[in-house]
């Protein structure tokens, strides 16, 4: 099996910065594309920012030039600096990755998801 933690959630005040961290443990022979999702109260989980293993990035324009996903492959992490947030990204995100799982073949992955929440 592959486990995703992510860690870097918290209360913020409108403007402010936070930065998320992923990071896949387990029967990992490699993995693909990684990203970030999103989950408000009453709304559909929306893609905020994915990643190759190149370093090719797509974002949601709702994020664009306020976001920035990263990833560190000899760390197995993902990373996303959010920058100038707004109320509106309060939400759960939550990580995921397309795994080749040595035993398992290819699966993809979620994490349990991490609460941001801006005030004001």
């Known amino acids: 099996q592959v486990q995703l933690v992510e860690s870097g959630g918290g209360l913020v005040q409108a403007g402010g910065s936070l930065r998320l961290s992923c990071a896949a443990s387990?029967?990992?022979?490699?993995?693909?594309?990684m990203g970030w999702y999103r989950q408000a109260p009453g709304k559909q989980r929306e893609l905020v920012a994915a990643?190759?293993?190149?370093?090719?990035?797509n974002y949601a324009d709702s994020v664009k030039g306020r976001f920035t996903i990263s990833r560190d492959n000899a760390k197995n992490t993902v990373y996303l600096q959010m920058n100038s947030l707004k109320p509106e990204d309060t939400a759960v995100y939550y990580c995921?990755?397309?795994?080749?799982?040595?035993?398992?073949?290819?699966?993809?992955?979620w994490g349990q998801g991490t609460q941001v929440t801006v005030s004001s």
């Open positions: 995921n990755a397309e795994v080749t799982d040595w035993l398992a073949g290819r699966r993809v992955y």
């Open positions: 387990g029967s990992i022979f490699s993995i693909n594309a």
């Open positions: 990643i190759t293993p190149g370093g090719s990035t």
